[in-house]
């Protein structure tokens, strides 16, 4: 089993520019469902995708692949025409948060925002919109959302994940890629890889994520990678302490920070000494999750905790 995604996912593209185009080709090259694409000015037509299958994500496949994705007007016109459950966002930031609400209203389960430096003001709008739907918004400012050899939402390179028993979940794209090769070196592979994004203002935290692993039975171990500012992993530490029978492993980026700095896409500044990467390991580390010192040890400490 797995979270979020697996390959019975239809998934739509909002936003078909080159970034759109270019990851939309890799999605399908890996094996993901791409069912339809939403650009109004280019209504009525079909992009073509075409190339070589990656045989990393869907072991068995033929060699080349040929996709005739139909573009709509509309997201609700897309979900109507091809049953989608799922759609990602590559919109630019500005527009980001209609794309958004617009998925949303059509009552998609799943939305991945990909685009970085959507106004915080506008995921606070999207955030009260969500109260009321049943969709669940990953991102924005994220990687994506993989379960390897089933289904590929996102930017991560999927050649370096593996199907396997343990989940990831993530502040930091590079991070995760790190911690998923590392597991996949070791053997131990991934159920589902989640990104969540940095920014101060998103669709999914790490206790949603957690609760998630926690409820799959094929997930034995989790590891949880997150970053100074906030207080989201003081949270999810209290939750892993309270609620969570999984071994959990982690590590927390930007121990070398000053205070009182914005560092990098943290998406808070450290004050009243919560949010540091002190405050942060020390309540990992108090509710039993073993954490590694440095990214490099991400897997030995998932080795670790499951013991």
Known sequence: ????????????????????RFH???????????VAAVHPTKAGTTEVFEGET?????????????????????????????????????????????????????????VVAITEGIPVADMIRVKRYLECRRTRLVGPNCPGVITPGE???GIMPGYIHKPGKIGVVSRSGTLTYEAVYQLTKLGLGQTTAVGIGGDPVNGTNF????????????????????????TAEEE???????????????????????????????????????GTADAK???????????????????????????
């Open 151 to 153: 289904c590929k939402i």
């Open 236 to 274: 999810a530490a209290e939750f892993v302490a309270n609620e969570m029978s999984k071994p959990v492993a982690g590590f927390i980026a930007g121990t070398t920070a000053p205070p009182g700095k914005r560092m990098g896409h943290a998406g808070a500044i450290i004050s009243g000494g919560r």
């Open 54 to 110: 990656d045989h990393s994500g869907v072991p068995g496949r033929p060699d080349t692949y040929r996709v005739e994705l139909p573009i709509f007007a509309s997201v609700a016109e897309a979900v109507e025409a091809t049953g989608a459950t799922a759609s990602v966002i590559y919109v630019p930031p500005a527009f980001a948060a209609d794309a958004i609400i617009e998925a949303a209203a059509s009552d998609l389960e799943l």
């Open 24 to 34: 939309t080709d890799k999605a399908i090259a890996y094996g993901t469902q791409m």
């Open 1 to 20: 089993m797995s979270i979020l995604v697996d390959r019975d996912t239809k998934v739509i593209v909002q936003g078909l520019g080159s970034t759109g």
């Open 281 to 307: 390991i020390s309540a990992m580390r108090d509710a039993g999750i073993v954490v590694a010192s440095t990214p490099s040890d991400m897997g030995a400490a998932m080795v670790e905790a499951l013991g």
């Open 207 to 230: 206790v949603d994520v957690l609760r998630m692993f926690e409820e799959d039975p094929a997930t034995e171990g989790v590891i949880m990678i997150g970053e100074i500012g906030g």
